[in-house]
Each structure stands twice: as structure tokens, then as C-alpha cells.
């Protein structure tokens, strides 16, 4: 079990950037220490390693579930590391395309404003750079 995670937080790191999951460890309590465990070990460490996708792929299929189901946070989390997956934002822009046809417009329409939201604060954070 222990490879598992620690491929899971290679991949994680590798996705969401040190920063993140130094946070995401920092904030990590005896409360939901075994949820980072479970979550590092399934989506980190079994699901983001499969090869079938690359992770130009995994991201974009990532945002559009999270657009389609309204989970605002982990949408702007996954929209950041797309400098990390390959994901363009045109890329993006066509995947919550797709959101509005098979998850509703309004689903897609707040999507975008929060990519619009996050990609103008990573040109504002690089310009600053």
C-alpha cells in the first residue's frame, strides 16, 4: 500500500503542484488524515496513473465532470494545474462546450466564469514573476 501512495503524491505533486499538497499536508488532521490517505492511494495512485489517458486528457475530462456536477473548488483547483497537464485553455473552452450540451448551460456558463476568474490570475501572478 505504501508504493500506491507514494506514486499517488508523485502524481499529485507532479499535477497539483508542491505548493498545493504542502497546504493540502500542512492543514491534513487526525480527522481526515485517513480521507488524504484514501484519496492519494484511489485518484492519485490508481486512477491518475492509468495509461490509457494521457494527462492532457485526464485533466480535461476532470474539469468537465467537475463543471457538470457544480464542485466550484475543485474545478478552479484542476483549472490552475492545467499549466502542469498539457491542457490548453482552448482546450478547456471545448470541454465546458461540452458541459453545456450534456450537463446544462448554466453548469457551463458559471464554469467558464470561474476559469475566466482563475486563467486572468495565473497571467496576473506570471506577469508579476
Known amino acids: 500500500m505504501s508504493d500506491l501512495h507514494d ?10 503542484g508542491d505548493a498545493h499538497v504542502d497546504r493540502a499536508e500542512a ?3 487526525g ?12 485518484a492519485w495512485g ?3 496513473t492509468r495509461p490509457e489517458f494521457t494527462p ?6 476532470t474539469i ?7 464542485n466550484d473548488e ?12 498539457g491542457a490548453s485553455r482552448e482546450d478547456v473552452r471545448e470541454a ?11 453548469r457551463a456558463n458559471h464554469a467558464l466564469k470561474i476559469a475566466k476568474e482563475i486563467f486572468a490570475a495565473m497571467d496576473a501572478q506570471e506577469a508579476d514573476s
Not at 7 to 16: A, D, S, T, W
Not at 31 to 42: E, G, L
Not at 56 to 61: F, G, Q
Open 96 to 106: 465546458l462546450m461540452h458541459v453545456a450540451v450534456y450537463a446544462g448551460v448554466p
Open 56 to 61: 492532457r486528457e485526464r485533466s480535461l475530462v
Open 64 to 70: 468537465a465532470l467537475l463543471a457538470g456536477l457544480g
Open 46 to 48: 490508481m486512477l491518475w
Open 31 to 42: 480527522f481526515d488524515a485517513p480521507f488524504q490517505d484514501f484519496i492519494t492511494r484511489s
Open 27 to 29: 492543514r491534513k488532521t
Open 7 to 16: 506514486e499517488g503524491m508523485r502524481v499529485r505533486r507532479k499535477v497539483l
Open 74 to 85: 475543485e474545478l478552479a483547483l484542476h483549472l490552475r494545474a492545467t499549466r502542469n497537464t
